[in-house]
């Protein structure tokens, strides 16, 4: 049975009694029970203990609350994680842990790419293109190289640059700008096409393969490209006659046209001189005649050899003239 | 004489220190209250030129922490029990504290008590050279001649109140001037050693550094006289719970203090056995009903007095507040005629200017500015203290008077004694400075 208290028994002050009375009375009861009364409540002393005093003075200090506030709990995360680390289990555990997240996150089928597109680049060149940048799909867009793999395309000579991207669905896009043959360029070793810069495009097995192409030659030939193509270019009605370009002594050029003529052009201002040969051609037909080449190494003195049956001719005509006979 | 010096000199130091910090607390320990206020000092920023400067250096420093408590432990402005007056202090210092959101480790502390005693004393020396040193004035200070006060008594102020060069009297600064004989009047205020040693111990015990003690009765004669009344001359009556101090002030320096023991707790307890009641509601009922002077409509305002003995009959008990001021009435006059007596032993009515102002927390009690003239004279007002920056509304009240006092005392005191380097021949130690003289002297 649950001890009662008899203070419970006490009537309230409306129920018809005094409070004070029951009070007294329930006092007097627990005392003779034994109880010992709790000790009566005293008033509240405003004051702070000496130890709180000096606590609240301590946290009123500016150095200790920015020690208390800034430096302590960044030393405590210091120190909790600088004694996790020391041991050299924890270490490894955290290093493999990070390592098998980024191979998660590496892998996910966001960033797989799965094949490769070449663009802008002709059939054989598409394929040199797949060969050297071998790889074996899917692979994770972490795990290409893009830099390496854009200097080992780029160094391809039919290449004039290239653009890798990896676009959207998995798809690794290469760009190619394809080197333009402007010439074909025949030396001891054999026919090659370069393009307006003078860069090595491909080999050619048949002159007869490019007929449009202009044909260079010479030593030093494709280092002055850029001047062949300018005289190419200028060389206008000649063209259908020419045969080539032919580079002399690395320094000037010949310009070979057929029936074995030649035009000798100075090393200086071969456009000038060469338009000095066209407007010839054009008022006195000049290359139509039996010519065998035309010197224009001086410009100021444009020298005409003949044939060996023109020479014959004119000295037949002198002789006529002058009423002589050489022969 | 000495102990004196180091002692004083400790305390100014610590007040220098303080205001290189910034940061000063005022300790007013009264009987019925103690009031703690935090001064922010902001440096000579707002000063003008020449060490007087705007609001005559009141706006160098800023109140931002105010704190009141109920004293414990206090009587006639006295330490009576020192746990109960430690705790106290504790409580207004860390709700000041508390409310400046800064720790403050000097304090500047009044109390009233202590029964304060004045001396006039004189003294006179040749001039060394020519024109007036500070030397000079350190030995004229020294010189004078300090009556024997008691060996359980301390000096507490030491003000050099006026110089004499030659026949020249009144001088506030001898310093520089051409003069043979420079004599010095000083007014010297001692206290019972005991009241301040009780009191060092408190405010010890809370960790703080005292960095200046003032006594009650100066600190609120500052505040509560206007310049011109600190200048023509005027007494200062400063109202408090357990004592009432009575300054007077001439020529902006104070010449007399005393001390009545008596104050307002006196009035109250008069209630409070009058109408047997508890002291807190005598207390509640002097502040609420409380005067000095009956008219008819008294007779008629009954006030309940209440109290929760359990008797109906004693708990409903009502008394008329004519009844009321009769018993507070003779309470008070018994005061304003002790205040009487002190200012006739100082000979106050030979003074040219007889001012006389009322400050303190008992000075609020309505009627107070009909009954003091008939016992003071005729030129009596009510003073409240002199506002100073960032007091909170409820401390600038009459009883805060001693507090603002002891703001202006902390942000710049007058001239003691003791701020004046002790003369060479008092050094017994540092014969260095002698044998230079001596060579000064004879090459």
Not at chain 1, 215 to 228: H, T
Not at chain 2, 36 to 60: I, T
Not at chain 2, 179 to 207: E, P
């Amino acid at each position: 049975m649950r001890p009662v208290d008899p203070i419970e028994f006490a009537k309230g002050p409306t129920a018809g009694g005094s409070a004070r009375v029951s009070e007294a009375v329930a006092r007097a009861i627990r005392a003779r029970r034994g109880d010992t009364e709790a000790a009566p409540q005293r008033p509240r002393d405003p004051a702070p203990s000496r130890a709180a005093y000096r606590m609240n003075r301590l946290w009123l200090t500016p150095s200790f609350r920015f020690f208390l506030r800034r430096i302590a709990p960044m030393a405590a995360v210091a120190a909790c994680v600088g004694l996790w680390f020391a041991s050299e289990d924890n270490r490894t555990a955290f290093t493999d842990q990070i390592a098998l997240w980024k191979s998660e996150i590496q892998n996910r089928p966001e960033f797989m790419v799965k094949l490769m597109a070449i663009d802008g680049a002709s059939a054989p060149l598409a394929e040199d293109i797949r060969e050297i940048a071998a790889v074996d799909f899917p692979i994770s867009s972490f795990d290409l190289d893009l830099p390496e793999m854009l200097e080992q395309i780029e160094d391809l000579d039919a290449v004039a640059s290239a653009g890798l991207h990896v676009r959207a669905g998995g798809i690794l896009q290469i760009d190619i700008t394809e080197r333009t043959p402007a010439v074909i360029w025949r030396s001891s070793a054999g026919l090659e096409m370069l393009d307006a810069e003078g860069h090595r495009v491909a080999e050619l097995p048949h002159r007869g393969d490019r007929p449009d192409l202009p044909l260079i030659a010479g030593e030093g030939a494709e280092r002055a490209v850029v001047e062949a193509l300018a005289l190419l270019k200028s060389a206008g009605p000649l063209l259908p006659r020419m045969r080539g370009l032919v580079r002399v002594g690395e320094r000037r050029w010949n310009v070979v046209l057929d029936r074995d003529q030649v035009i000798m052009l100075p090393e200086e201002n071969p456009l000038g001189a060469l338009a000095q040969v066209v407007a010839l051609d054009q008022a006195k037909d000049l290359l139509g005649r039996d010519v065998a080449s035309v010197d224009m190494r001086r410009p100021t003195r444009p020298t005409v050899r003949l044939t060996e049956a023109a020479q014959d001719e004119l000295k037949r005509l002198r002789g006529v003239e002058l009423g002589v006979s050489y022969r | 004489m000495t102990d004196l010096y180091e002692a004083q000199r400790a305390m100014r130091n610590m007040r220098k220190a303080a205001l290189q910090r910034g940061v000063i607390a005022i300790l007013d320990v009264g009987t019925s209250k103690i009031a703690c206020l935090v001064l922010r000092f902001d440096g000579e920023r707002f000063m003008g030129g020449d060490g007087v400067g705007a609001l005559a250096g009141q706006s160098s420093f800023r109140v931002i922490g105010a704190a009141t408590t109920r004293s414990r432990g206090v009587r006639f402005g006295e330490i009576d029990s020192m746990p109960e007056t430690e705790r106290a202090i504790r409580t207004a210092v860390q709700a000041a504290q508390k409310m400046a959101q800064t720790r403050v480790d000097h304090v500047i502390a009044c109390f009233s008590g202590g029964s304060p005693r004045s001396y006039g004393i004189a003294g006179q020396v040749d001039v060394e050279y020519d024109t007036v040193s500070e030397q000079d004035v350190a030995r004229v200070l020294a010189s004078s001649d300090v009556p024997e006060y008691g060996t359980h008594r301390e000096v507490l102020h030491a003000q050099p109140v006026n110089f004499q060069l030659d026949h020249r009297s009144g001088l506030k600064d001898p310093r520089g001037q051409i003069g043979q004989s420079l004599a010095v009047d000083m007014h010297m205020l001692t206290v019972d050693t005991a009241t301040i040693q009780n009191l060092l111990y408190c405010i010890k015990r809370c960790d703080l550094e005292v960095a200046g003690l003032a006594s009650g009765a100066y600190v609120s004669g500052i505040s509560a006289l206007v310049e011109d009344e600190q200048e023509l001359g005027a007494a200062c009556v400063d109202l408090g719970g357990g004592a009432t101090d009575v300054s007077i002030f001439m020529k902006k320096h104070m010449i007399y203090a005393d001390s009545v023991r008596m104050g307002g707790e006196h009035v109250t307890s008069d209630i409070a056995m009058g109408l047997q009641i508890p002291f807190a509601t005598a207390e509640r009922i002097k502040t609420f009903y409380g005067g000095l002077v009956a008219t008819g409509m008294d007779d008629r305002e009954m006030i309940e007095v209440g109290s929760d003995c359990g008797d109906w009959e004693k708990d409903r008990r009502t008394v008329s507040r004519a009844e009321l001021i009769g018993i507070i009435r003779p309470r008070v006059e018994e005061i304003l005629e002790g205040v009487r007596e002190c200012l006739d032993a100082a000979g106050f009515e030979h003074m040219p200017s007889q001012q006389i102002v009322l400050t303190g927390g008992g000075s609020q009690i309505p009627g107070l500015d009909t009954l003091a003239p008939k016992i003071l004279g005729q030129n009596v007002r009510i003073g409240r203290p002199l506002r100073v920056q960032g007091l909170p509304q409820a401390a600038t009240g009459a009883a805060f008077a001693s507090a603002v006092g002891l703001c202006l005392f902390a942000a710049n005191p007058q001239d003691e004694w003791w701020d004046f380097e002790i003369p060479a021949e008092r050094y017994p130690a540092r014969s260095l400075k002698r044998a230079m003289r001596w060579f000064k002297d004879n090459w």
